[in-house]
């Protein structure tokens, strides 16, 4: 990937390489900045997670959410995002990535657009998301919005 933004076959889905600047200290990267996203993709929440090597997360959708995704490393994730959305152009398209450490990016995945990934290096990997819902709702009082495939053995969401 190079500096500029990725142009994804999937409608929505927006890849954007993250820039590390370095000094004697160590470095500094931003991952969120008002001017470089929609007002729709504001996050009302931020978490972090740890995959170890060799496992998976997903794949699954949410109907509402907007996940606002950041792959640092250290280590790399091999990234797979489905489009299944019946009204969409790109409607059954998909995107293999390797993100992480190799490729830092910042990646919006719209609702309907099935995803997961898998830690395909020898390190833990550090995924921060910024999603634009709240996870459960306010107070943690509602339904979950996902929609879960990971253990769908007939899915046609598959890592590989």
Same mark, same amino acid.
């Given at each position: 990937? %190079?500096?500029?933004?990725?142009?994804?076959?999937? +409608?929505?889905? %927006?890849?954007?390489?993250?820039?590390?600047? =370095? *000094? &004697?200290?160590?470095?500094?990267?931003?991952?969120?900045?008002? *001017?470089?996203?929609?007002?729709?993709?504001?996050?009302?929440?931020? =978490?972090?997670?740890? %995959?170890?090597?060799?496992?998976?997360? $997903?794949?699954?959708?949410?109907?509402?959410? %907007?996940?606002?995704?950041?792959?640092?490393?250290?280590?790399?994730? &091999?990234?797979?995002?489905? *489009?299944?959305?019946?009204?969409?152009?790109?409607?059954?398209?998909?995107?293999?990535?390797?993100? $992480?450490?190799?490729?830092?990016?910042?990646?919006?995945?719209?609702?309907?657009?099935?995803? $997961? =990934?898998?830690?395909?290096?020898?390190?833990?990997?550090?995924?921060?998301?910024?999603?634009?819902?709240?996870?459960?709702? &306010?107070?943690? $009082?509602?339904?979950?919005?996902?929609?879960?495939?990971?253990? &769908? +053995?007939?899915?046609? =969401?598959?890592? *590989?």
């Amino acid at each position: 990937m %190079t500096n500029k933004k990725y142009q994804p076959k999937i +409608t929505g889905i %927006t890849i954007e390489p993250l820039s590390f600047h =370095y *000094d &004697k200290r160590g470095w500094l990267v931003e991952l969120f900045r008002q *001017d470089e996203l929609e007002k729709i993709h504001y996050p009302v929440m931020a =978490y972090l997670s740890e %995959t170890l090597p060799g496992i998976g997360r $997903g794949p699954h959708e949410h109907q509402y959410q %907007t996940d606002v995704f950041l792959f640092i490393g250290p280590g790399d994730l &091999k990234l797979c995002l489905w *489009d299944n959305r019946p009204d969409s152009n790109t409607y059954r398209n998909n995107i293999v990535l390797t993100v $992480g450490e190799s490729n830092p990016c910042r990646i919006i995945v719209p609702p309907g657009v099935v995803h $997961g =990934y898998r830690n395909i290096s020898n390190k833990k990997a550090i995924v921060f998301n910024a999603p634009n819902q709240l996870f459960a709702g &306010k107070g943690r $009082g509602e339904s979950i919005d996902e929609i879960r495939y990971e253990d &769908k +053995t007939d899915s046609p =969401y598959q890592f *590989d």
